[in-house]
T-cell receptor, first 114, second 114 residues
């Protein structure tokens, strides 16, 4: 079965600075990877996904992530954050040979300071 | 296309009561999943329904139950409420729940137990 680990529970950063939110997974088969964002008092919203092909995936709101199979990672990056990026970010992984429902990471709280 | 709709948005109950939460998935989506979100435990998977059948189940007591109707709408019921059931309950839908499909979330029902 696959599992996912988000290494940082909280990431504080100043506005216009770059940010990286880390996600590692464990799976012995091919995986599908997702990043979701949750703004206060809302549900989760898909940011981006990796299904196959190019390992660099671009998503909404200027975010991108890189799939690194050798390091079993799928880190989320943004070159310049905005106050409005303050939210909870969740990484999720599925695999055709594993659990049917995507196990989510514990989430990373991104806090952008002015 | 309308998104996932959850009703009610907020609910206050007392210990021992029971509650029913409702979820209308995106039109055409047949897989509906339920999650419990709390600050301490993160996102916990409750169960998933597909074509009116419970297909996957998380590790929750039998007080938590659900069902799905022929139009894919789903309800979740919690009986004999406990203080620890206070949480945000999220519903998510996808076309078939297959591994490479992202989930589409509603804004949740916030349940408070007094």
């Amino acid at each position: 079965a696959q599992s996912v680990t988000q290494l940082d529970s909280q990431v504080p950063v100043f506005e216009e600075a770059p940010v990286e939110l880390r996600c590692n997974y464990s799976s012995s088969v091919s995986v599908y990877l997702f990043w979701y964002v949750q703004y206060p008092n809302q549900g989760l919203q898909l940011l981006l996904k990796y299904l196959s092909g190019s390992t660099l995936v671009k998503g909404i709101n200027g975010f991108e992530a890189e799939f690194n199979k050798s390091q079993t990672s799928f880190h989320l990056r943004k070159p310049s954050v905005h106050i409005s990026d303050t939210a909870e970010y969740f990484c999720a992984v599925t695999s055709s040979g594993g659990s049917y429902i995507p196990p989510f990471g514990r989430g990373t709280s991104l806090i952008v300071h002015p | 296309k309308a998104g996932v709709t959850q009703t009610p948005r907020y609910l206050i109950k007392t210990r021992g009561q029971q509650v029913t939460l409702s979820c209308s998935p995106i039109s055409g989506h047949r897989s509906v999943s339920w999650y419990q979100q709390t600050p301490g435990q993160g996102l916990q998977f409750l169960f998933e329904y597909f074509s009116e059948t419970q297909r996957n189940k998380g590790n929750f007591p039998g007080r938590f139950s659900g069902r799905q109707f022929s139009n894919s709408r789903s309800e979740m019921n919690v009986s004999t409420l406990e203080l620890g059931d206070s949480a945000l309950y999220l519903c998510a839908s996808s076309p078939t729940g297959y591994y490479n499909q992202p989930q589409h979330f509603g804004d949740g029902t916030r349940l408070s137990i007094l």
